[in-house]
């Protein structure tokens, strides 16, 4: 199998951590959509705060909270601070955690220590993570198991990340074909399978196609977060090309449009929702378009880069927040918050900012 080296990947991967925490990345002149729906206050919500739960189960674990600290990084020292980190809160917070691309540790087993955080998280969902793109280049259902073995996992996330890969000098774009060799990854697998993009969204067209061919759930990470074409502008040198990324600033689905749309067409799937979710009532909100769960990246990046005590205290600020949004709406359970009606529609999606 060819392979990029192992250098070049985990450069690749310190250029995106720095790049994250000094740079604005965010999207510009595109949002998440949640800002388009807004809850209709209920003063007589006729149950105690107390009694409002948020626990849920994914892959047969109960989690104190519907969220995910999402998939972002790994391959380098600093990189294995911080994913250490965020497993000791995603314990702590009995949240799901996702790690970085394990491209660089199928191509160089020595930075395992870099990905491996399931000493620190032993008791709640861990993701490891795959660019599908991978699967046009000769990685197949060994490579995929021997990741998740090593990192213990419960899934696979297999990133979609098309335009980030043709900004990328060094980006694969052979695409063509990947959806048959999900397909037939998901069966050859003995673990869930989830796709997801990396900031630009998944329409629902493309989550049935996905579906239907078996992948077990789809987060759709849509815009209005991290845009990843700002993040690789960061990287180029020549004027044109930085020109070109910044022409993608803007672009993509977003978050709560994906969300909505999708549940419209798979109402039994199980469903992510992450891309640009800032607090508690985005949670919320997200669950009540559809979401079973509700990923942050960024923010929790930035607050593990600062110190382990800044990830917990977002950790519980987000769920306390998602508490008072239910109690505020008669919501005393994720059930009910899903089914709530007191979820309006304000404006066009991504109107508002």
Same mark, same amino acid.
């Given at each position: 199998?060819?392979?990029?080296?192992?250098?070049?990947?985990?450069?690749?991967?310190?250029?995106?951590?720095?790049?994250?925490?000094?740079?604005?990345?965010?999207?510009?002149?595109?949002?998440?959509?949640?800002?388009?729906?807004?809850?209709?206050?209920?003063?007589?919500?006729?149950?105690?705060?107390?009694?409002?739960?948020?626990?849920?189960?994914?892959?047969?674990?109960?989690?104190?909270?519907?969220?995910?600290?999402?998939?972002?990084?790994?391959?380098?020292?600093?990189?294995?601070?911080?994913?250490?980190?965020?497993?000791?809160?995603?314990?702590?917070?009995?949240?799901?955690?996702?790690?970085?691309?394990?491209?660089?540790?199928?191509?160089?087993?020595?930075?395992?220590?870099?990905?491996?955080?399931?000493?620190?998280?032993?008791?709640?969902?861990?993701?490891?993570?795959?660019?599908?793109?991978?699967?046009?280049?000769?990685?197949?259902?060994?490579?995929?198991?021997?990741?998740?073995?090593?990192?213990?996992?419960?899934?696979?996330?297999?990133?979609?990340?098309?335009?980030?890969?043709?900004?990328?000098?060094?980006?694969?774009?052979?695409?063509?074909?990947?959806?048959?060799?999900?397909?037939?990854?998901?069966?050859?697998?003995?673990?869930?399978?989830?796709?997801?993009?990396?900031?630009?969204? &998944? %329409? @629902?067209?493309?989550? #049935?196609?996905?579906? /239907? $061919?078996?992948?077990?759930?789809?987060?759709? +990470?849509?815009?209005? *977060?991290?845009?990843?074409?700002?993040?690789?502008?960061?990287?180029?040198?020549?004027?044109?090309?930085?020109?070109?990324?910044?022409?993608?600033?803007?672009?993509?689905?977003?978050?709560?449009?994906?969300?909505?749309?999708?549940?419209?067409?798979?109402?039994?799937?199980?469903? &992510? %929702? @992450?891309?640009?979710? #800032?607090?508690?009532? /985005? $949670?919320?909100?997200?669950?009540?378009?559809? +979401?079973?769960?509700? *990923?942050?990246?960024?923010?929790?990046?930035?607050?593990?880069?600062?110190?382990?005590?800044?990830?917990?205290?977002?950790?519980?600020?987000?769920?306390?927040?998602?508490?008072?949004?239910?109690?505020?709406?008669?919501?005393?359970?994720?059930?009910?918050?899903?089914?709530?009606?007191?979820?309006?529609?304000?404006?066009?999606?991504?109107?508002?900012?």
């Amino acid at each position: 199998m060819l392979q990029t080296g192992p250098t070049e990947t985990t450069g690749r991967k310190a250029d995106h951590l720095r790049i994250n925490r000094e740079e604005d990345v965010r999207g510009k002149g595109v949002k998440n959509g949640f800002d388009a729906w807004r809850f209709e206050h209920c003063a007589l919500p006729e149950i105690d705060l107390d009694r409002v739960e948020t626990t849920c189960v994914l892959f047969e674990k109960q989690l104190d909270g519907p969220l995910l600290i999402s998939c972002m990084t790994g391959g380098t020292e600093e990189a294995g601070e911080i994913n250490r980190r965020l497993a000791r809160v995603a314990q702590r917070a009995r949240l799901a955690i996702g790690i970085g691309s394990g491209r660089a540790l199928l191509e160089n087993p020595e930075v395992l220590k870099t990905f491996d955080v399931r000493a620190e998280a032993p008791d709640v969902p861990l993701l490891a993570n795959l660019g599908a793109v991978q699967l046009n280049k000769g990685y197949g259902a060994d490579e995929c198991r021997n990741l998740v073995r090593m990192l213990d996992g419960h899934a696979l996330v297999l990133h979609l990340n098309p335009i980030q890969e043709a900004l990328q000098v060094e980006g694969d774009t052979c695409f063509g074909g990947l959806l048959e060799k999900i397909g037939a990854l998901c069966e050859a697998l003995e673990i869930p399978v989830i796709v997801k993009e990396v900031g630009w969204g &998944i %329409a @629902s067209d493309v989550a #049935r196609k996905l579906l /239907d $061919v078996g992948v077990s759930a789809i987060d759709v +990470a849509g815009a209005g *977060g991290t845009s990843w074409s700002e993040v690789e502008k960061h990287r180029l040198t020549d004027p044109w090309r930085r020109r070109v990324a910044e022409a993608f600033a803007g672009w993509g689905i977003p978050t709560a449009y994906c969300i909505e749309r999708t549940r419209m067409i798979a109402p039994e799937a199980l469903l &992510i %929702a @992450s891309g640009g979710i #800032r607090d508690g009532i /985005d $949670v919320a909100k997200a669950i009540a378009l559809g +979401a079973d769960l509700a *990923g942050i990246a960024g923010a929790f990046l930035r607050a593990a880069s600062t110190s382990e005590q800044t990830a917990e205290d977002l950790a519980r600020e987000v769920l306390a927040t998602l508490r008072v949004a239910m109690f505020a709406i008669g919501a005393q359970n994720l059930r009910q918050l899903r089914a709530t009606t007191r979820l309006q529609f304000i404006g066009a999606v991504g109107e508002h900012s």
